[in-house]
Each structure stands twice: as structure tokens, then as C-alpha cells.
């Protein structure tokens, strides 16, 4: 019961990181899941987040694999719960109030304050999650490439999703 507990709070407040996305949140997951209740180790952590990101839905479901891996279907459903109920309860109060708040002279600069905030956490996600999967030539150049693709062309990211894939299977197996 207590393993409950602590995904609860985990994952409760890990939802409230999440400004920008749940890439916000990787840094302190990171720290949380792997560093200080050792649930999982990082290369676990990865393929969980990886996974999350090629599911269709939101990528943060992939919370309720770690919540399963702590305490079975129990800990899944906590982690779901406490991940994205205090999120959206605090996104429709700020959201019903911020439409009030409409004409109000400081709303511009708390917008491009939290735009400043959701760059800088992603950033620091990205930075985190860099250090634990680009540990060879190809992985840097596929992330280099990957990037430039995205950021120069109007490409479809799936293609180089697919083909980067393709690009890593290949090398695992020559």
C-alpha cells in the first residue's frame, strides 16, 4: 500500500512539471523513478519514454508502465490517475479564470514568461535524455540529422522516425 502511495505522489507531482510537455517532466522523472525509489534503471526509463512517444495519445501515458512495473495494474491505474488529474484540474481552473482575465495588463508577460519556463524544462529534458542515449557516432549523427531534417524542411516527422529506426536496427544487427 504504501508503493501506492509514493507513485501517487510521484507521479501528482511530476504532473504539475509538466509546462511545455511531458518532456518538461523527464529531468525529475528521471530523478525520482530512477535515482531515489530505484524502480527503474535509465536505459528502462528510455525505452518506457521511446515507447511513449510512438504510441498514439498522449506520450506521458507511458507512466502507467512505470506504475505497473512498482506495483501491477494498481500502481498503473495510481500512476494515470495522479499524473493527469491534477494537471487537468489546475488547466481548467487557470483556463476559466485566465478568459476572465482577458483585458488584464500583465497577462502578455506571464504568456512569454511561461514560454521562456516550457523552453527552458524541454531543453533540459532533451539535455538528460541525450546523455543516456547518445553514446555512439551513428546515435549523435542520426540526432544531428534528425534535428536538421526538422528544423530546415516542413517534413513529416514520421518519416524520419521510420527511417532512423530502420537506420538503428540495422546497425544492431551488422
Same mark, same amino acid.
Given at each position: 500500500m504504501k508503493q501506492l502511495g509514493?507513485?501517487?505522489g510521484v507521479f501528482?507531482?511530476?504532473?504539475? %512539471? @509538466?509546462?511545455?510537455g511531458g518532456m518538461a517532466a523527464f529531468?525529475? %522523472? #528521471?530523478?525520482?523513478?530512477v535515482d531515489v525509489h530505484h524502480w527503474l534503471t535509465f536505459p528502462t526509463l528510455l525505452h518506457f519514454?521511446?515507447?511513449?512517444? !510512438?504510441?498514439?495519445?498522449?506520450?506521458m501515458m507511458m507512466v502507467a508502465s512505470i506504475g505497473a512495473v512498482v506495483a501491477g495494474v494498481p500502481g498503473a491505474l495510481v500512476?494515470?490517475?495522479a499524473f493527469f488529474l491534477p494537471t487537468g484540474l489546475l488547466t481548467?481552473?487557470?483556463?476559466?479564470?485566465?478568459?476572465?482575465l482577458g483585458t488584464w495588463r500583465w497577462?502578455?508577460?506571464?504568456q512569454a514568461g511561461l514560454g521562456s519556463v516550457s523552453v527552458g524544462l524541454v531543453l533540459a529534458g532533451a539535455i538528460i535524455m541525450g546523455r543516456g542515449v547518445l553514446n555512439g557516432v551513428l546515435y549523435v549523427?542520426?540526432?544531428? @540529422?534528425?534535428? !536538421?531534417?526538422?528544423?530546415?524542411? #516542413?517534413?513529416?516527422?514520421?518519416?524520419p522516425i521510420v527511417s532512423s529506426g530502420l537506420i538503428a536496427l540495422g546497425a544492431h544487427y551488422l
Open positions: 509514493d507513485i501517487a501528482a507531482y511530476l504532473s504539475l %512539471l @509538466t509546462v511545455g529531468p525529475e %522523472l #528521471k530523478t525520482l523513478t519514454y521511446s515507447l511513449g512517444q !510512438l504510441a498514439p495519445g498522449p506520450n500512476a494515470l490517475v481548467f481552473a487557470i483556463g476559466r479564470l485566465w478568459m476572465h497577462r502578455p508577460a506571464i549523427a542520426i540526432a544531428i @540529422t534528425v534535428f !536538421l531534417l526538422l528544423f530546415k524542411s #516542413k517534413i513529416n516527422p514520421a518519416y
